[in-house]
Every structure is written in C-alpha cells, then in structure tokens.
C-alpha cells in the first residue's frame, strides 16, 4: 500500500473582498500606464529638453536642481546611481554627460574635488544652467496646462494628494503604520472608466 506524502506548509489563505476590489481598481488603473508614459511622459520630456539638450541631460539638471542642498551641491556618485536606476546607462557614459554639459556651448553645470573629500566630485547647476532649469520648468507648466485644461482646480487638487499618497514614502510609511487618514473623496464621479483619458474637445 502507497501512502501520499503529507502537504507540509500553511493553506494559501483566499484574498478578501477588499483585496480583490483593490486589484480590480488597481488594473482599471493600470490601463493608463502608456497614455501617461507616452502621451504625457515622453512628450513633456521632449518639451522640457526644449532641442537643446538630451532627455538624459535634462534628467540630470532635474536631479541636481531638485535634490541638491542648501550648498547647491550634489555628489557625483548619487548622481550615477540615480541615472544608473532610470536608464540603462554606465557611469562612464554619466561621466561624458556631465562633461558635455560642463563645457561650451552649454556651460549649465560646475564639478569639482568635494571639500570633504579629495576622490568624491561634487556638481552644481552654474547661473546659465539655473535658467535653463528655470525655462524646462516653464515649458513644462505650459505644456501640462494644455494637457489638463479641462480639469477643474479641486479635481487637480485631489488628484495631487492622490500621487503623493501613492509615491512619497513617508506618507506611505504613516498609511501602512495606520498613522495617516484617507483622502477626501473626489470631488465628482466620472461616468465611464476612462472617458477623461483625453482632453475634452472645445
């Protein structure tokens, strides 16, 4: 007589209602994924380059404008490892960005030996690399402005709290913590999964 090898480990435990409701949210959701990554994404990466510089490059103003100190510095190395997250780029090809952007015609960009330490450079944005930063900023604002012109503010304001509940981590920490309190819901209900994909027709 052959006995059946005992089942060893824990019963997978069936997911609730309200797991299974927020996966179905979670895949209407995901149906905007390439409208926003090539609608919105890469065309506001094509505006924000404005033809003068890479999508690269300009990731590189961003990082150092948004990310760096009260010094206005930031290290070389923070910026290759969050280049090295987003593209599939070397720090040998990082290094020939920097470069390009270091000397003329651009000249957006200074680098030198950190005062903490002589093997670490440090970059910031020059004067003229501020103002591009400051023109990609607008560009983008534009451009944005046209893309949701017909979302009313209190539906833009929601719509923030939304991404910064979704993305920033200490929000995200505080609800997993139950430390944090839900959104107010949006301010209307739209009919149809995803009639506001596009922009209304004026």
Not at 5 to 32: C, S, V
């Amino acid at each position: 007589m052959t006995t059946r090898p005992k089942k060893t480990g824990t019963a997978r435990k069936a997911p609730d209602n309200q797991t299974l409701e927020h996966r179905r949210l979670t895949t209407q959701l995901l149906q905007f994924f390439y409208p926003i990554h090539y609608r919105i994404g890469m065309e506001l990466e094509s505006v924000m380059c404005q033809g003068v510089i890479s999508r690269k490059q300009a990731a590189i103003l961003w990082l150092i404008h948004s990310r760096a100190g009260d010094h206005r510095w930031m290290r070389r190395k923070d910026i290759e490892t969050s280049l090295s997250a987003w593209f599939e780029i070397s720090n040998s090809n990082v290094s020939k960005l920097l470069r390009e952007l270091a000397k003329p015609p651009l000249n957006f960009i200074d680098h030198e030996e950190s005062p903490a330490s002589g093997r670490e450079k440090v970059v910031r944005l020059t004067r003229r690399g501020q103002n591009f930063v400051d023109s990609m900023t607008s560009a983008a604002i534009d451009y944005l402005s046209n893309q949701i012109s017909h979302v009313e503010n209190d539906e833009l304001a929601w719509g923030i709290d939304f991404f910064a509940l979704s993305f920033r981590r200490s929000v995200r920490e505080a609800r997993l913590a139950g430390a944090s309190g839900k959104i107010a819901p949006p301010p209307v209900t739209i009919p149809g999964e995803f009639e506001r994909s596009l922009p209304s027709k004026k």
